[in-house]
């Protein structure tokens, strides 16, 4: 069982930066890639970001390619992601998830356990 408890969501102008958290527990945490999606009001839940087990592997959605950045720290189980050049696009719940393999993958069903969400909204 892993439980993921998200941090550092928040309201920021166009251009700001947030950095989000992710803390996990279990021991299982450390085996398994990691993703950061998100969910805007009524759209499906997308792929924001992943990352392997090492951290020494990461990918990125073609929206957030150059602002964002996901890292990980196994010796904490906490994951981060750092956002910045936030725009308008960007708000919506983002939700932290451990997936079912050492590596990361894009898709929603491949992630075992989810977080509770953190809301970040942008001003224009």
């Known amino acids: 069982q892993v439980q993921l408890v998200e941090s550092g969501g928040g309201l920021v102008q166009a251009g700001g930066s947030l950095r989000l958290s992710c803390a996990a527990s279990?021991?299982?945490?450390?085996?398994?890639?990691m993703g950061w999606f998100r969910q805007a009001p009524g759209k499906e839940r997308e792929f924001v970001a992943g990352i392997n087990l090492s951290g020494d592997n990461s990918g990125y959605a073609d929206p957030v390619k150059g602002r964002f950045t996901f890292s990980r720290d196994n010796a904490k189980n906490t994951v981060f992601l750092q956002m910045n050049s936030l725009n308008p696009e960007d708000p919506a719940v983002y939700y932290c998830?451990?997936?079912?393999?050492?590596?990361?993958?894009?898709?929603?069903?491949?992630?075992?356990?989810w977080g509770q969400g953190t809301q970040v909204t942008v001003s224009s």
């Open positions: 998830a451990v997936g079912l393999a050492p590596f990361y993958d894009t898709r929603v069903p491949t992630y075992s356990y």
């Open positions: 279990g021991r299982t945490f450390r085996s398994y890639g």
